[in-house]
């Protein structure tokens, strides 16, 4: 018995009962179950902030466009995840092509070449494609909250699918594929600040820009239909946002629970300075308001999380709390109608933390090393919102040049629950 392998002896009896995929899927790589049953957990809780956006966006607006509001939300699980498994995945993680603008793989177009690819982490490349699908279906989701109440379901249909194979797989690529430009340039994007919030936000603000304000706006007063929905889809955001941030560290060790400690922080921090501010400003704290300091604190941590400590993550939430607080009361003061504030939390949310994570990051730095961060965040955002910025406004341009993106007027009024779905979010008739 001297000879006897615990080890090996039990690997054969695994392999004789489940097959040889059952342990290595590659020769060579070893399949780690605890890191991919995290990160399938992060799949799962990713897809969970879709629901809760459409939650969370429904309940702000009115009673007659509740359905039709979510349906933003829900078809971007459809589209965008059929867009991702076909060339999605390619084009954001492949190698460059066209100067590397954006990726290819001709392996990765429905995803035919990864069947059993084990990355060297140890995770199934099955799982990695599917974790950063959901990252490509809720991206556009957000910008729909810019133009809340006042677009056609086709057209927005359309505008999504297009927008996801213009903006964002570039976007995905500069800054999290190995070849990327920024990637080369280490520009810190742990959990999408520019790839998703910055380009969501922008984008946003410029569909909403072009197609102009809601009927009556600003002198008709738009109160929302139901924050107890609003309320319940921010804490769905919330519990969603630890697969957002943590499994984008695509581990299960130390660096995990770093990145899940400062979005907790983060959000928590958030929500309290956005308390606090209304209180001063207002004299009362709104339920609206906390939600919207949980969204922001989120936000600015999300390209963060992978570098900062509990201290610099509530530092973030703060200042992007007030940040985002008065960016939206100047909203309201150049009257532009941002619907759900999608630029107001989500774009001014993070550049904060974008630009500012180089205050607070793990570990001693030299004033040349943060300066020469600082700058590389500098252009990384710039050249987001810039990018993001050109490429929507010819993209709505031409969708609603060819079948309409804003909705006629009588559809508007009749709200977009009966007129593009035949459909009654509440089962009512009234406003």
């Known amino acids: 018995m001297k000879h006897f392998n615990f080890k090996t002896a039990t690997v054969l009896i695994v392999l004789l009962l489940f097959g040889t995929n059952a342990v290595f899927a590659q020769e060579g790589t070893q399949v780690d179950t605890g890191i991919t049953s995290w990160m399938l957990t992060s799949t799962a809780l990713v897809l969970l902030m879709v629901p809760g956006l459409a939650m969370f966006y429904g309940g702000l607006v009115r009673k007659k466009n509740v359905l039709g509001?979510?349906?933003?939300?829900?078809v971007a699980m459809g589209v965008m995840a059929v867009l991702w498994v076909v060339v999605g995945?390619?084009?954001?993680?492949?190698?460059?092509?066209l100067g590397g603008w954006f990726g290819w793989n001709t392996d990765y177009?429905?995803?035919?070449?990864?069947?059993?690819?084990?990355?060297?982490?140890?995770?199934?490349?099955?799982?990695f494609s599917m974790f950063q699908g959901k990252f490509a279906i809720i991206t556009p989701a957000l910008i729909a909250g810019a133009f809340a109440e006042r677009v056609t379901f086709k057209g927005y249909v359309i505008f999504i699918a297009v927008w996801?194979?213009?903006?964002?797989?570039?976007?995905?690529?500069?800054?999290?594929?190995?070849?990327?430009?920024?990637?080369?340039?280490?520009?810190?994007?742990?959990?999408?600040?520019?790839?998703?919030?910055i380009s969501a936000g922008v984008s946003g603000l410029v569909a909403a820009l072009y197609l102009g304000g809601r009927r009556g706006h600003p002198k008709t007063m738009v109160p929302p239909s139901n924050l107890v929905m609003t309320m319940?889809?921010?804490?769905?955001?919330?519990?969603?946002?630890?697969?957002?941030?943590?499994?984008?560290s695509v581990n299960s060790g130390l660096d995990t629970a770093q990145a899940l400690t400062a979005t907790q922080a983060a959000a928590a921090a958030g929500a309290l300075a956005w308390m606090l501010i209304e209180g001063i400003n207002q004299g009362k704290a709104t339920a609206l308001g906390f939600a919207s300091g949980i969204l922001a604190g989120l936000v600015a941590v999300t390209p963060a999380a992978g570098v900062v400590q509990p201290m610099g993550a509530m530092a973030l939430g703060v200042l992007a709390s007030a940040v985002c607080y008065y960016a939206i009361l100047l909203k309201d003061k150049l009257g532009y109608d941002d619907s759900l504030d999608a630029f107001?939390?989500?774009?001014?949310?993070?550049?904060?933390?974008?630009?500012?994570?180089?205050?607070?990051?793990?570990?001693?730095?030299?004033t040349e090393e943060i300066m020469s961060q600082l700058g590389v965040q500098v252009l990384a955002v710039v050249i987001a919102i810039a990018y993001a910025a050109v490429t929507t406004l010819i993209i709505v341009w031409g969708i609603d040049k060819l079948v309409g993106l804003r909705a006629k007027d009588k559809d508007e009024m009749q709200g977009l629950d009966a007129s593009y779905h035949g459909e009654h979010g509440y089962g009512l008739l009234n406003l």
């Open 109 to 127: 177009v429905f995803l035919r070449g990864i069947d059993d690819k084990i990355m060297d982490g140890g995770v199934p490349e099955y799982v």
């Open 232 to 248: 319940m889809g921010a804490g769905l955001l919330w519990v969603g946002w630890f697969g957002f941030n943590a499994g984008s």
């Open 344 to 366: 107001g939390l989500h774009g001014m949310g993070g550049i904060v933390g974008a630009i500012f994570l180089v205050f607070f990051m793990r570990g001693e730095h030299t």
């Open 164 to 197: 996801g194979l213009i903006v964002y797989n570039p976007l995905c690529h500069w800054v999290w594929a190995e070849g990327g430009f920024l990637y080369q340039m280490d520009a810190i994007d742990f959990a999408g600040g520019t790839v998703v919030h």
């Open 89 to 97: 995945y390619a084009m954001s993680f492949g190698e460059n092509v």
């Open 69 to 74: 509001t979510m349906m933003h939300s829900f």
